[in-house]
């Protein structure tokens, strides 16, 4: 299960920072990221961070967002600074488990609603 917190309301300029908590311990997570998606559009990438710590950004938000994520927490950030209204979306949170008894999952968090005001 991943659980995802943070969203908002904020004016352009503004910051918030998402959350994305794991829960269970039958998995370890590989790789994860934060997808957005904005009425009547497709759900993107946004930012995604390796189990060994790189990251790729979406050309939108490079230089503003900072994914990070603490493996002994499992959990993911997004630091999202200089907000524009045109990142306003539903946030979704990804992860890559793979699981101890075998097997891998792409899980999904419950998303969290970011609205910037201009």
């Known amino acids: 299960q991943l659980q995802a917190s943070g969203g908002g309301l904020v004016q352009a300029g503004g910051s918030l920072r998402l959350s994305c908590a794991a829960s269970g311990t039958t998995f370890t997570i590989d790789d994860t990221g934060w997808y957005r998606q904005a009425p009547g559009n497709k759900r993107e990438l946004v930012a995604s961070?390796?189990?060994?710590?790189?990251?790729n950004y979406a050309d939108s938000v490079k230089g503003r967002f900072t994914i990070s994520r603490d493996k002994n927490k499992d959990t993911m950030y997004l630091q999202m600074n200089s907000l524009k209204p045109e990142d306003t979306a539903v946030y979704y949170c990804?992860?890559?488990?793979?699981?101890?008894?075998?097997?891998?999952?792409?899980?999904w968090g419950q998303g969290t609603q970011v609205t910037v005001s201009s």
């Open positions: 990804n992860a890559d488990v793979s699981f101890f008894f075998g097997g891998t999952q792409i899980l």
């Open positions: 961070i390796s189990s060994g710590g790189r990251t």
